[in-house]
């Protein structure tokens, strides 16, 4: 019989003690920040804000719910209020060269301004300019300008006429234009007059003809000359009387942002283009306008007005243009269309001169995105592209905007899977993001932390508007913790699920009326969860206990176990037990893994499987071959099993077997197992523990009942408070062993044994009887091959 006494109930969950909290509610404690338990990540995360190094930006590592993003507002909030406050970023048409929109930096809050008095001006221009150029002054004017080109070109008309006459032509202009005759005294000489001439006369006359021919020629060759000068003389009228109206509204605009040097050189050439512009401007409210005053205003990308210190941006939403931007159209008669109004800024606009949170996740399933933050951050600039463009694919002529200068700090949030992830596949990972902030998963727990714990809870609660917590809602609120850390030793970092359960909590007992949250108020508040996510598991106690799922609790069978497993569906984690067999027959030193012959079986499991044979050989077969063909199979499972942490109850099976000693159905096993016979720690006892003791109980506990853990997994046991219950009553039982000798003892009730001075094992024993039988299997195997024939 076995020596080893079951667990006693206080080492199945360790106890919080009410009386070792100083205070009676939570209203009496000082609030706690988001940093409970996170000192190795605050320290990172402080010198990742302080260093301003190029490309020392920050990526912070850990699992939801540790308060990472609420830590990181807090500490970059913080540090961004002590920071100056960035420049606007400001972009303008680009005069010398259309589509490269011209950028402007300005002072945080100047952009406003500035948008504001080009508004203005431009206002100011549309309305005195028509005035100036449509004054009476400037009509007379034009008037005898054009008056004068008119007198100009009769007085030539005239000339031309007088020289003609005196040569005995004339010049006759008609609608198909100048036409040149011999003269008559009435008239034009008809043909037939001109025939009869004499011949020297027509000579005469021809001559005349093509010399007045020539004159006109070359006069109407002057005529566009001369139109030139008209134009151009009233051009420089137009321009001479625009100039007077802008430069004294341009001069008030330039004395406004003197210090400004971009501003100043932008509103001189936007002045250059209006002078040019001035007769399409005085169009523009008339018909027929195509020409667009937009050109003078002023795309304010980025306002600081509102900013105080640096910025801090979330960007839940990180494609390629939510990051570096965007240039839009609009369709204008069937045509797209775009200008540097439509250009729309990106979160690191947005960012710059300061703080750009990004999740990773969301960052590396955008396309280009991920790409697009490296180039932007290794040449420290933003670049507006489209995703087109920056592929090398579009062919359209669109925007150039003048790139903005970046400066600002990064900080990626992941997961630590991930995060290894790309660590290991990205090179640029570890040069641009140097400094890595991870969240620790759990804390120790001793009296310091458990009154963090009280201060953190004691705050949600305030901050929430709840119900302060009394020292026994505290109290089981740790116990929780210190479960979900998986270690009665530490508590659970994770805040969000603990916020979660505090929220539940605290409204029944507000349902009840009652002024403070209570034990009982959390404990109803943990079993409605286990009971809204139970489904599943209720569902595997019900197929065990109608005999769907093969598990036994009672009697004892040899070659056969109760293993336990972890399932995981969807919210819901829980323990299931699953029957392991073993069959031992005459081989060559084989142990079939089932699973893995068809391919059911995971590499780690497939492990466990290959240390059990180890272990068969080295204990038993050092001094003959082991000869003998295993097979463990997990009875009725249908999916893939990995994992070593049945390589124990395997084992257990597999020598049961071949000491034809029936094991326990009143207990399951978990704990892996190493060559030397040591067990070892595995995941999820607690959950495997209430697997098998749910089964037990929905079947009637009997006493008989338990389940054989590692000892090594002793701290890891929160269990419960009906297992602890039961166990405490001796109607359940935990048992902790060390090496598969103790649980074969526990299993069968026959002593293990011990090999003695001259290397035999006791008779009778659990060890004699396996080595027994694998000596008569080696000398059937040895017989067999003697009697085969040669």
């Excluded at 949030?413 to 290991?424: A, K, M």
Aim: aromatic residues 4%.
């Amino acid at each position: 019989m076995s020596k080893l006494e079951p667990c006693t109930p206080d080492r199945l969950r360790l106890r919080a003690r009410e009386d070792s909290l100083s205070f009676g509610t939570t209203a009496e404690l000082a609030p706690l920040g988001p940093s409970f338990g996170q000192k190795r990540a605050l320290e990172a995360l402080r010198f990742g804000v302080a260093m301003k190094a190029d490309d020392w930006h920050l990526i912070v590592v850990g699992e939801p719910g540790l308060g990472r993003r609420t830590l990181l507002k807090t500490q970059l909030a913080e540090a961004a209020a002590n920071e100056p406050t960035p420049e606007d970023i400001c972009y303008v048409h680009g005069f010398e060269r259309a589509t490269r929109p011209k950028l402007l930096r300005l002072p945080a809050g100047r952009g406003r301004a500035l948008v504001r008095e080009i508004g203005r001006f431009v206002a100011d221009v549309r309305s005195l300019l028509p005035s100036a150029l449509e004054s009476e002054e400037l009509r007379t004017r034009k008037q005898r300008i054009e008056e004068e080109e008119k007198r100009r070109h009769e007085g030539h008309m005239r000339e031309l006429r007088d020289r003609a006459e005196a040569k005995g032509v004339v010049v006759i202009a008609g609608p198909m234009g100048f036409a040149i005759a011999p003269a008559k005294e009435d008239g034009v000489m008809p043909q037939e007059e001109f025939e009869q001439l004499p011949d020297a006369e027509k000579e005469r006359l021809r001559a005349a003809m093509s010399e007045t021919h020539d004159d006109l020629a070359r006069m109407l060759e002057e005529v566009p000359r001369i139109q030139r000068e008209i134009r151009t003389e009233l051009r420089k009228l137009l321009f001479d009387t625009a100039e007077k109206v802008v430069h004294g509204l341009m001069d008030d605009l330039r004395e406004l942002w003197a210090e400004e040097h971009a501003v100043r050189a932008h509103l001189d050439a936007m002045e250059a283009d209006i002078l040019e512009n001035a007769e399409n401007i005085i169009k523009l409210d008339g018909e027929g306008g195509v020409f667009d005053i937009k050109r003078y205003g002023v795309n304010l990308l980025v306002d600081h007005a509102d900013t105080r210190g640096a910025p801090v941006v979330f960007e839940d939403n990180a494609t390629y243009p939510n990051l570096v931007g965007r240039v839009e159209h609009t369709q204008q008669l069937g045509v797209l269309v775009t200008d540097f109004q439509l250009i729309r800024a990106g979160a690191l606009h947005r960012a710059n001169g300061g703080y750009l949170v990004l999740d990773a996740r969301d960052l590396l399933s955008q396309p280009l995105a991920y790409e697009a933050l490296k180039r932007a951050l290794r040449s420290r600039e933003i670049r507006i592209q489209s995703a087109a463009e920056s592929l090398g694919l579009s062919g359209t002529v669109t925007l150039e905007p003048q790139p903005v200068p970046l400066h600002l700090k990064v900080v990626l949030l992941t997961e630590p899977r991930l995060f290894h992830l790309i660590d290991r596949l990205d090179a640029d990972i570890r040069a641009l993001f140097k400094v890595v902030v991870e969240f620790a998963e759990d804390v120790p727990r001793n009296s310091e932390t458990t009154e963090l714990y009280a201060r953190l809870v004691g705050s949600f609660a305030r901050e929430e508007g709840l119900l302060p917590l009394g020292r026994g809602a505290v109290a089981r609120l740790v116990e929780e913790a210190a479960r979900r850390a998986g270690d009665r030793e530490k508590l659970s970092a994770d805040v969000l699920t603990a916020f979660d359960l505090v929220r539940e909590a605290a409204f029944l007992a507000r349902q009840r009326g009652a002024a403070s949250v209570d034990a009982a108020d959390v404990v109803a508040a943990i079993s409605a969860q286990r009971r809204r996510s139970g489904l599943h598991q209720e569902r595997v106690v019900e197929l065990v206990t109608e005999g769907t799922l093969l598990v036994d609790t009672k009697g004892s069978r040899v070659g056969t176990i109760n293993g336990l497993a972890v399932v995981e569906v969807g919210r819901s984690v829980f323990g299931r037990p699953t029957r392991i067999t073993a069959k031992v027959r005459l081989g060559r030193g084989e142990v079939v893994d089932v699973e893995r012959e068809v391919e059911l079986s995971g590499p780690i499991h497939a492990k466990g499987v290959l240390i059990v044979s180890s272990f068969l050989s080295a204990r038993y077969a050092n001094e003959h071959p082991l000869s003998l063909q295993a097979s463990l199979v997990f009875e009725q499972s249908y999916g893939v099993v990995d994992g070593d942490s049945a390589s124990c109850a395997e084992l257990c099976a597999l020598l049961s077997e071949l000491a034809d000693l029936p094991l326990a159905q009143s207990l399951a096993m978990t704990g892996s197992v190493n060559q030397l016979g040591e067990v070892q720690a595995v995941g999820g006892v607690n959950e495997k523990i209430e697997g098998f003791f749910d089964v037990c109980r929905e079947r009637g506990l009997t006493g008989e009942h338990g389940v054989i853990v590692p000892r090594a997994n002793l701290r890891n046991l929160m269990l419960r408070d009906d297992v602890v219950e039961a166990c405490a009553a001796g109607t359940f039982r935990v048992y902790a062993v060390s090496t598969v000798d103790e649980a074969m003892e526990i299993l069968t009730g026959v002593e293990a044994g011990e090999r003695s001075i001259h290397g035999a094992f006791p008779t009778g024993s659990v060890n004699a009887r396996v080595e027994t039988r694998l000596l008569d299997l080696a000398r059937r195997r040895f017989d067999a091959g003697a009697a085969r024939p040669r």
